[in-house]
């Protein structure tokens, strides 16, 4: 849990100063490349965690395959480095860009279809978000089949569940008192 912690006191440091040049939006996209980028590379991810890799091959690395990103992320890839710390690099990522939408009221709904979400399903769930949220909203969309068939529409702390899985539980339920 430390992990997190320290990581939300670097993204807000990283997005004060960010927006105190200009460059919130910038360093933003930035981020978000960090995020998917680790996310997406095992071996990028595996080395940033290393506990072997020294720090200065960390950030030399990361300046490297991050070379035009803003300065103000490169300054964050040497502060992990005097501070040991890039271990929490991919989550420091996340934590800015959730920092960021909420500093322009961006909220993002978390989408759980079945199978990936098409324009037509999209415009749907679109329009139920609407319903129970008027701020500037963000789709994630996970995949469960597990749902079998539907939605579920998470929002921080509210959920909308029109999955078929729901459904037959409820009439399972239901046809058993």
């Known amino acids: 849990m430390t992990g997190s912690r320290a990581a939300i006191r670097y993204a807000k440091a990283i997005l004060d100063m960010a927006q105190a040049s200009g460059a919130a939006g910038q360093v933003n996209e930035d981020m978000a490349l960090i995020a998917s980028t680790i996310k997406d590379n095992a071996e990028l991810s595996n080395f940033v965690a290393s506990p072997v890799v020294k720090a ?37 990522a996340e934590e800015y860009k959730n920092q960021f939408d909420i500093l322009n009221g961006v909220e993002t709904a978390t989408v759980t279809t079945a199978i990936p979400l098409t324009e037509e399903l999209e415009a749907k769930v679109m329009a139920k978000i609407k319903e129970f949220s008027s701020k500037n909203i963000t789709i994630n969309n996970v995949v469960d089949p597990a749902i079998i068939g539907g939605f579920i529409i998470r929002i921080g702390d509210k959920q909308f569940n029109a999955s078929v899985a729901n459904g037959l539980t409820t009439l399972r339920r239901e046809l058993s008192n």
């Open 56 to 92: 200065e091959v960390k950030e030399s690395a990361l300046k490297e395959i991050f070379a035009s990103s803003q300065n103000i992320t490169q300054g964050l890839f040497h502060l992990l480095h005097e501070n040991k710390r890039f271990e929490i690099l991919p989550l420091i």
